[in-house]
């Protein structure tokens, strides 16, 4: 009898920190009120910094997680398409400004472009660390002081994240991967995003490092290399494989999950300049649409006709 009770007991404590937790655990139920006073803060700050052209409303963003201060990590489905997606990270530290700019801006030009983009699957994350972006100061990292882009449960995290950290960045706050791999909110999501879509490329902007970067498939890495060489020369912004860290996007999805990624660091933070890189680096975004992928994972190639045509 005693040891019935106590069975009922531990599953009744289990039941209660389940519920507890699950809020942090799982995707919330989205409130459109919640989702309406976020884009009317994110729409008061854009006009603060000058990006007066930015249009947040008539796009179609959706949201299905919170941050730790209850700000929405929204996105934006676009195209008919639901394979042979392309998906689009932006404000991934919070003090990249421009980088948010340039995917709201995107955003805008698929909305403003419909049949341009109809048949292809396009996933808009503009804003993945809004605390940081809303901060007074705005910060690399998050709410938590955890940088994002060492986050990520890469296999090497647990070997890895924290010597890099201590010996290479010599504990500096703006690299801190967290007491353990995935532990934020803004990580899960993009995880989610990758786990949804499951996209043969994606395309991460930063600043201010001023080059190209990239990742993927170990089995065509060369033909990768070779059409953002190409793309290098025509915008003028040099290619620096710049390599990955434990718990960073490139590793989690580019080299462990065989996922095209390229980053494209912009040159500066500054709010002001992110009509300038839209300007300059649309084209070579719409050529990354345009890049043809074939196969299976691990065994994902560019087709022959990419290589050529860029």
Known sequence: MTHKFTSIKFLLLSLLCFFIFAGQAFALEPSQKELKDFLAILDRQSKDYGWKDIKLEGIP????????????????????????????????????????????????????????????????????????????????VNASGIDLNRNFPTRDWQALAWKQWERKCHKNKRYYPGRKPGSEQETLFQIALINRFKPQKILTIHSPLGFYDFDGPSSDLDSFERWIETVSKETKHPLKKFGYFPGSLGNYAGHERNIFTLTLELPSSAPNRGMEYFNKFQPAIVKFFDLQVFGKEPFLKLTDEAIKKH
């Open 61 to 140: 963003w959706e949201y299905y997680r919170t941050t730790i201060q209850k700000k929405p990590l929204i996105f934006a489905v676009f195209g008919g398409y639901k394979s042979n997606c392309i998906l689009f990270l932006g404000g991934v530290h919070g003090d990249e400004l421009p980088t948010v700019y340039v995917l709201l801006k995107f955003a805008n030009y698929i909305k403003d472009n419909p049949d341009f983009f109809k048949d292809k699957c396009i996933i808009i994350a503009p804003l993945i660390n809004p605390d940081g972006f809303f901060a007074k100061s705005p910060a690399r």
